[in-house]
T-cell receptor, first 115, second 111 residues
């Protein structure tokens, strides 16, 4: 079975450019999460969707970040404009129901470098 | 502030040694999970513990959830190079929607 699929795997972009990260969750999973991982801060939850509806976006750093989930099989995380401090690994993850005690399945991550 | 504190941050040992890593918090968790992350990949779930005092074993790995459900430990017996990776604990509180992760313990096991 296909796991969580993320694209691109690696992206290098210049400061000020728009970055769009994409995610296809595991079919049948109704919860989707975007996390950001850095050495300094570890894994941080950015936003959590349940049944395509954003439930908790308190982790989104600022207005430059936005996330959408137009349907159950696709989500995007957009950064506009990007800044060097946005450089990190961005993970998408999905879960069959919520996150309490259930397994969260992570994608391989999108490695973003903003120069 | 980090909800979950993991220690040690880094650990380098030789093959065959035993080790324990810790995950501590002042918060009570309804469940706590341990993940392992290898370089270039996403975290993969190892175990979920839900009952205070619970002990689970996964081959050479032993996981314990504290009686008060505020802390957990992971013990590895006779570590092997294949155990190398970042070990992350993650917990969900009764009031939270999603998992909170610690920063992890980076383990290196050398032959």
């Amino acid at each position: 079975d296909a796991g969580v699929i993320q694209s691109p795997r690696h992206e290098v972009t210049e400061m000020g450019q728009e970055v769009t990260l994409r995610c296809k969750p595991i079919s049948g999973h109704n919860s989707l999460f975007w996390y950001r991982q850095t050495m300094m801060r570890g894994l941080e939850l950015l936003i959590y969707f349940n049944n395509n509806v954003p439930i908790d976006d308190s982790g989104m750093p600022e207005d430059r970040f936005s996330a959408k989930m137009p349907n159950a099989s696709f989500s995007t995380l957009k950064i506009q404009p990007s800044e060097p401090r946005d450089s990190a690994v961005y993970f998408c993850a999905s879960s069959p129901q919520g996150a309490g005690g259930n397994t969260i399945y992570f994608g391989e991550g999108s490695w973003l470098t903003v120069v | 502030t980090q909800l979950l504190e993991q220690s040690p941050q880094f650990l380098s040992i030789q093959e065959g040694e035993n080790l324990t890593v810790y995950c501590n918090s002042s918060s009570v968790f309804s469940s706590l999970q341990w993940y392992r992350q290898e370089p270039g990949e996403g975290p993969v779930l190892l175990v979920t513990v839900v009952t205070g005092g619970e002990v689970k074993k996964l081959k050479r790995l032993t996981f314990q959830f504290g009686d008060a459900r505020k802390d957990s430990s992971l013990h590895i017996t006779a570590a092997q190079p294949g155990d190398t990776g970042l070990y992350l604990c993650a917990g969900k509180t009764n009031s939270g929607y999603a998992l909170n992760f610690g920063k992890g313990t980076s383990l290196l096991v050398t032959p």
